[in-house]
């Protein structure tokens, strides 16, 4: 019999800045960090024999929670990636309610009927899971084994095995921990979706609305390029660069966020200023995630800031997440591990 540990990795930059990340090799934030650190606690005293985890950047990183402090390999395994959204790709959340609500609305709700253009189908993603964790639990058969994975395949993967008859089977916190035991082709529950280790004042979840039902619900914003008659909120909100992105909430402009690209590896931030009207709603993580997508797919390496902005949420915001004299990282996916390892 082979125990197995299905894990999800730590809070990432899509968990925060409401992206949908997929295959989109986003990097740990430094809650994440916190989490990555609280799980290490809970299985300093587990026997783990094997670590597999998605070749992914946030996966590997919070894998380190357990291979490393037991020097054991880790074996790295795309099939174990969350399920690949095609065209919605690191899409915000936002322009998902804007754009198509019936189908972001079955994306969480009924991950079997969904489907966008070039992304993968229920029944392929769970397939490549299955086929890749039985492998792992025959090649260690008597051990025990822990996967890094992600929240959305291993949904679908425990809806296959256990519950076929539920159309949703809710969402895991980050780093929750769900334990099976593996014999003759079975798979046991033991537990499910376990995040006992994640205080409240580093819950993902904790901090979010989308995932409880009913009305509750999250400001989740979009992005589109300014028009002419923008003018008058441009010059409100002092914003001006190479780049500037105006941040909506269905069809209210909220703030803008703005870059310069310089010509080495830098974009410089030389805006991210949100109305007063909505301030305090937490929506400042958000515009920095638009300026690190931006910058990300200009190329670029490191994200620089011409002046603080005024807001004091994202000044914090800012600091918070590694912002320096130098800049802060926006590295491929090849150095991300060994950034966020470096930073534990």
Not at 203 to 213: D, I
Not at 262 to 279: F, I, K, T
Request: hydrophobic share 40%.
């Amino acid at each position: 019999m082979t125990t197995l540990y299905l894990i999800r990795h730590a809070e990432a930059e899509g968990n925060v800045f409401r992206r949908l990340q997929g295959h989109y090799n986003a990097m740990i934030t430094p809650n994440g960090r916190k989490q990555i650190a609280a799980l290490a606690r809970r299985f300093a005293e587990v026997p783990i024999d094997a670590v597999y985890a998605s070749d992914l950047s946030r996966t590997c990183c919070t894998a380190g929670a357990i291979y490393l402090p037991k020097n054991l390999p880790l074996h790295k395994d795309p099939r174990f990636r969350e399920l690949y959204c095609g065209c919605w790709e690191n899409l915000p959340f936002g322009w998902l309610d804007h754009v198509d609500p019936e189908r972001n609305h079955a994306f969480t709700r009924r991950p079997r009927d969904w489907q966008v253009e070039g992304s993968e189908r229920f029944t392929d993603y769970t397939a490549r899971f299955l086929e890749a964790m039985g492998e792992a639990a025959r090649a260690h058969d008597g051990q025990t084994v822990a996967i890094f994975s992600h929240g959305m395949v291993m949904r679908g993967v425990l809806q296959t095995l256990f519950f076929p008859d539920r159309d949703n089977l809710g969402h895991s916190e980050n780093t929750a921990v769900t334990k099976l035991l593996y014999e003759d082709g079975k798979y046991t529950l033991e537990y499910l979706n376990d995040d006992s280790h994640i205080p409240y004042e580093i819950s993902t979840l904790g901090r979010q609305e989308w995932w409880r039902g009913g009305d509750h619900r999250d400001f989740n914003m979009w992005y589109r390029d300014p028009a002419p008659e923008d003018e008058d909120l441009l010059r409100e909100l002092n914003v001006a660069g190479d780049i500037v992105r105006i941040s909506m909430i269905v069809d209210r402009p909220t703030g803008a966020v703005a870059l310069k690209l310089l010509p080495d590896e830098r974009a410089q931030l030389s805006g991210l200023v949100l109305l007063q009207a909505h301030r305090g709603k937490g929506l400042s993580a958000q515009l920095l995630g638009e300026a690190v997508s931006v910058a990300r797919t200009a190329g670029k390496r490191l994200l620089t800031v011409e002046r603080l902005p005024d807001d004091p949420a994202a000044k914090r915001l800012l600091a918070d997440y590694g912002m320096s004299e130098r800049g802060m990282p926006l590295l491929p996916a090849a150095d991300l591990i060994e950034y966020d390892q470096r930073t534990e």
